[in-house]
């Protein structure tokens, strides 16, 4: 059973920090799971994946390494290390395009092979201390091709083009205000937010906003919007 145990949780924490999968949840947990996390409790299923979100939209790129295992009885402890990038609002602080790295503990409770509680220990205090500075980061090409790659990850296999379009689609500009800062006619600009909305896979603009928040894509889309709209000035 210890064994098991062990690769229950080394599987789901691979499965939802780095594969982001979070359907596979159900296979391990249950609605009497107790979830305790640095930044919400909360309980069942339904309620770590609210939680999740909160990272995924704040840390899209997030990567997590496994350090240590430890079993003792029916708990398996994971000692961790994470990193990635500041791409949506965490905490109320902006998104910065910061780098972040942090460690942890997760500790996990089982009864009868189902996880009965997960207990994650994070610093946040230590996360909020790398974001928060009073000093404007500049975006470089660096951090721009980042971007470009995770919302393609998020949305799909779509040019640097096509994300500019949907970027300014998310601030609510016209079909005329976005062809105008990316040099085309407004009917133009409009036929091709359509068209790449239904290469995402959803019909029109008007359901781009949800389609964007469900894939934890809205704010980093949101973000280079600003941007070219900035830039374009």
């Given at each position: 059973?210890?064994?098991?145990q062990?690769?229950?949780?080394?599987?789901?924490?691979?499965?939802?920090?780095?594969?982001?999968e979070v359907?596979?949840?159900?296979?391990?947990?249950?609605?009497?799971?107790?979830?305790?996390?640095?930044?919400?409790?909360?309980t069942?299923?339904?309620?770590?994946?609210k939680?999740?979100?909160?990272?995924f939209?704040?840390?899209?790129?997030?990567?997590?390494?496994?350090?240590?295992?430890f079993?003792?009885?029916?708990?398996?402890?994971?000692?961790?290390?994470?990193?990635?990038q500041?791409?949506?609002?965490?905490?109320?602080?902006?998104?910065t395009?910061?780098e972040?790295?942090?460690?942890g503990t997760?500790q996990?409770?089982?009864?009868?092979?189902?996880?009965?509680?997960?207990?994650?220990?994070?610093?946040?205090?230590?996360?909020i201390?790398?974001?928060?500075?009073?000093?404007?980061?500049?975006?470089?090409?660096?951090?721009?091709?980042?971007?470009?790659?995770?919302?393609?990850?998020?949305l799909?296999?779509i040019?640097?083009?096509?994300?500019?379009?949907?970027?300014?689609?998310?601030?609510?500009?016209?079909?005329?205000?976005?062809?105008?800062?990316?040099?085309?006619?407004?009917?133009?600009?409009?036929?091709?937010i359509?068209?790449i909305?239904?290469?995402?896979?959803?019909?029109?603009?008007?359901?781009?906003?949800?389609?964007?928040?469900?894939k934890?894509?809205?704010?980093?889309?949101?973000?280079l919007?600003?941007?070219?709209?900035?830039?374009a000035k």
């Open positions: 059973m210890n064994c098991k062990g690769a229950i949780a080394r599987d789901l924490m691979g499965y939802i920090w780095n594969d982001k359907d596979c949840i159900s296979e391990y947990m249950n609605e009497q799971t107790i979830i305790e996390s640095p930044v919400r409790i909360s069942g299923t339904e309620g770590f994946n939680i999740l979100q909160i990272w939209r704040a840390f899209p790129t997030l990567r997590y390494t496994e350090d240590e295992l079993i003792l009885g029916n708990t398996a402890t994971l000692k961790w290390r994470v990193s990635g500041h791409l949506g609002e965490f905490y109320s602080i902006a998104p395009g910061k972040i790295h942090y460690d997760t996990f409770a089982f009864n009868n092979g189902v996880v009965s509680s997960y207990n994650a220990t994070v610093n946040i205090q230590d996360i201390t790398q974001i928060a500075s009073t000093t404007v980061e500049i975006v470089t090409n660096k951090n721009l091709d980042t971007m470009f790659d995770t919302v393609r990850q998020q799909g296999n040019t640097d083009r096509e994300i500019a379009f949907l970027a300014l689609a998310c601030l609510n500009l016209s079909s005329k205000q976005v062809g105008d800062l990316l040099s085309v006619k407004g009917d133009s600009a409009a036929k091709m359509t068209a909305c239904q290469k995402i896979g959803i019909n029109n603009r008007g359901e781009l906003t949800d389609f964007a928040v469900e934890n894509a809205y704010e980093l889309l949101h973000r919007g600003v941007l070219f709209r900035t830039s």
